[in-house]
């Protein structure tokens, strides 16, 4: 397997550049919600609660508003990526495939599952479904209120994969997920059937290794469309409904694509942030100021676009420009997830187990 995320020795990161005039970022509040280690962590927003994990097996719910603690649970399970929620249920999963739902409003343990291996992505939880995709290439419907598993669609297992998160993103009576291959799938949530398949990206080259192309990150939907990067090679967006491809472009992602009302967002390998036109897919920016920082990928909020880096700085960019306007500390360690949209700021967890929710 491949790492995908950070860690590797490689070139200098560059220093974080100076901002002239820079807008003030406020810490709205923080809160320490246990260790990453070496998994990547995000929270959810539900309800007008956050929910978070940490790899111990704690989840804790807090108040969007001011972070106060509303409860924590101990799951006893490792967990090995961030949570997914909605209004009822919360779930987690394992590195072992173990899936574990809780209440959302007392945090009790609902039900137990098991998928058929690791799980690092979040949940997806929506249309009384908790869904997960293993990294076995397969994806797995549970219950949300009773954990009966309601579906499996599976799909051939790679020699070589993406040691990434790799997530589920529903949308109406649709649930799309990204493959190894470059695939990215759309599976009707009613019982899991295919409904499109298309290719982001073909893998290519002359060893194994060179020819990796999984699907990294979460599928990203706006409107009609749905956008996802390939590892290391293309994104590309296609007609949510038929999977008509809208356009495609090639762009080596580490982490996967964002999307607003009007650009797609993805960082690069090298570390450059780029705005994309939603409509075409051509470049509207590039801000390469922070070249080998090992950028989560980013997050379009009003204004500003923020990103994560590895030393747990959150920088703010200018939506339609790319400049810098501000930047944020968390003191937390790595920033690895993308940031969270949080009222009119953004929420970040950091693999040293903060949860920092800033404004501009």
Same mark, same amino acid.
């Given at each position: ?13 560059? #220093? ?17 919600? $246990?260790?990453?280690? @070496? *998994?990547?962590? /995000?929270?959810?927003?539900?309800? =007008? ?5 940490? @790899? ?57 599952? /098991? ?10 939880? %929506? ?48 649930? *799309? ?17 295919? /409904? ?8 290519? %080259? ?10 990294? %990150? ?51 390998? @090298? ?6 036109? /939603? ?21 379009? =909020? ?30 937390? $360690? ?17 693999? #040293? ?8």
């Amino acid at each position: 397997m491949l790492a995908a995320c950070a860690g590797n020795p490689g070139p200098t990161p560059a #220093d974080p550049p100076r901002i002239d005039n820079p807008q003030r970022v406020r810490v709205l509040w923080s809160a320490n919600v $246990g260790a990453a280690e @070496r *998994f990547t962590f /995000r929270p959810a927003l539900a309800g =007008g609660s956050v929910y978070a994990a940490a @790899r111990d097996g704690t989840v804790t719910r807090l108040d969007e508003k001011t972070g106060v603690v509303r409860w924590r649970a101990a799951v006893e399970v490792r967990l090995s990526g961030g949570v997914g929620a909605d209004q009822g249920t919360v779930a987690v999963a394992s590195e072992e495939g173990e899936v574990v739902a809780l209440d959302a409003q007392s945090g009790a343990v609902r039900w137990r599952a /098991r998928a058929s291996s690791e799980v690092l992505a979040p949940p997806a939880v %929506g249309g009384g479904l908790v869904i997960v995709r293993s990294i076995d290439n397969r994806v797995f419907a549970f219950g949300a209120d009773d954990g009966k598993r309601r579906w499996v669609y599976q799909r051939a297992p790679s020699s070589l994969l993406v040691r990434a998160p790799a997530g589920i993103t529903i949308s109406g009576p649709l649930a *799309f997920a990204g493959f190894p291959g470059g695939k990215l799938a759309a599976l009707a949530l009613e019982n899991g059937a295919l /409904r499109w398949e298309a290719t982001v990206a073909v893998p290519k %080259g002359a060893t194994e290794l060179e020819r990796v192309a999984d699907v990294i %990150g979460d599928p990203a939907l706006q409107g009609r469309e749905v956008c996802a990067a390939a590892y290391r090679s293309r994104v590309a967006c296609y007609d949510a409904a038929t999977g008509r491809q809208l356009w495609g472009r090639e762009l080596a992602s580490l982490s996967g694509v964002s999307l607003d009302a009007r650009y797609a967002f993805v960082a690069d390998d @090298r570390g450059a942030v780029h705005a994309l036109d /939603r409509s075409n897919g051509q470049s509207v920016w590039k801000q390469d100021k922070l070249a080998h920082r090992q950028l989560s990928t980013p997050l379009a =909020g009003g204004e500003a676009v923020a990103v994560g880096d590895f030393e747990g700085y959150v920088h703010f960019l200018a939506r339609d420009t790319g400049a810098f306007v501000a930047r944020g500390e968390t003191g937390g $360690g790595a920033v690895r997830a993308a940031p969270l949209q949080l009222g009119s700021g953004v929420l970040v967890q950091t693999e #040293d187990g903060g949860l920092v929710a800033l404004a501009l």
